[in-house]
Every structure is written in structure tokens, then in C-alpha cells.
């Protein structure tokens, strides 16, 4: 928790908005936390208004290029943070979502694309954790033992929950009372 934590709180200063990319339970859960937990209007809401924290938006659950348009155009002239979720990295929406993502940032931040990039994914192999260990990206693992649909409490989910600046230790400590 308290490398999420402090990943997150760095990543966040420095980014006026964060995408998360992944499909299925590696974003369901994350984006219905952050929803349930965060205001209805959040990324409309000042800066302070957030807590200090970026916009927030998730993408690659999908090949609407209207949505992935539309959500670019919000993006423009913003500095971006990524988390790409993925467990193979090879899953067809979310990689070219990154792609796309990636190309962004390493555009608009030559210098520190690498740290404005995290990649969750498996610990030990698949495309995109090769690229992620190439590229020098910060990670997170997905665990081997948990699915999607219920991996929102490990750092599938912890890390854009942290993001929108749920405390998430008090958020598993809720959980764990339950």
C-alpha cells in the first residue's frame, strides 16, 4: 500500500490527468470504485476541489473510435499519466489504447514519458510486461491467483483508486471489517 501510495502521490503532482486502460475486471473495478466513492462531476471540478488530484478517465474497454475521439480531445493540451492494465498485454482493445496513449505521452513529455507511464501486469511475462522492463516503466503486478472480476483490491484496482485519492488503506480496512 504504501508504494502505491507513494507512486501515485508523485505520478499525480506532476500530471493534469490520468488514464487508466484496461478491459473487463482489470477496469470495471476501478472505474465503479472511483464512481462510488468520488463526486458525480469529478473531473469537471477544480484542482483543489479533487483533493490535488488529476482528471481521471478509462480507456480501453472498447474499439468506439467516437468514445476513444472524444476522449483524446478532452486529453489535448494536458500533461498525462498512464496506467495500462493488462495481464498478457496482447488483449486487443486495451493494447492499442496504449499504443495510442503511449505515443501521446512520449509526444508531449519526451524527456519523462518513462516515469509518467505504469504498467500492471504479470510478474513475470507477457508483451507488455517485456516492454514495461525494456522501457524502465514503473509496475505493479496482477495477481496469478485472482481474477479480474475480484482483483479490485490488489493493484489492479488499489493503484487508480489511489489516483482519484481514495485512502486506500482505510478502503481495504472497510473491506476487511465487512
Known amino acids: 500500500f504504501d508504494r502505491i501510495r507513494e507512486v501515485t502521490a508523485d505520478l499525480s503532482s506532476r500530471i493534469d490527468a490520468y488514464v487508466s486502460i484496461g478491459i473487463g475486471g482489470s477496469y470495471l473495478g476501478v472505474e465503479a470504485t472511483f464512481l462510488a466513492l468520488s463526486h458525480t462531476h ?12 488529476p482528471e481521471i478517465y ?15 480531445d478532452l486529453l489535448r493540451g494536458k500533461r498525462v499519466g498512464v496506467n495500462c492494465i493488462s495481464k498478457s498485454g ?12 503511449r505515443r501521446l505521452v512520449e509526444e508531449l513529455a519526451p524527456e519523462d514519458s518513462r516515469e509518467l507511464i505504469l504498467a500492471t501486469t504479470d ?20 495477481p496469478e491467483n485472482i481474477g479480474g472480476r475480484f482483483s479490485v483490491l ?7 483508486i489511489a489516483m482519484a485519492g481514495i485512502d486506500i488503506h482505510e478502503l481495504v480496512a472497510g473491506f476487511r471489517f465487512m
Open 42 to 53: 469529478f473531473n469537471r471540478l477544480s484542482r483543489e476541489e479533487r483533493g490535488g488530484g
Open 58 to 72: 478509462f480507456l480501453g474497454q472498447n474499439m468506439d473510435t467516437d468514445f476513444f475521439r472524444d476522449s483524446l
Open 90 to 101: 496482447t488483449t486487443t482493445e486495451s493494447a492499442i489504447a496504449f499504443r495510442i496513449l
Open 123 to 142: 510478474a513475470k511475462r507477457g508483451a507488455l510486461r517485456q516492454l514495461a522492463n525494456e522501457k524502465g516503466y514503473t509496475t505493479f503486478v496482477v
Open 154 to 160: 490488489s493493484d489492479v484496482g488499489l493503484v487508480g
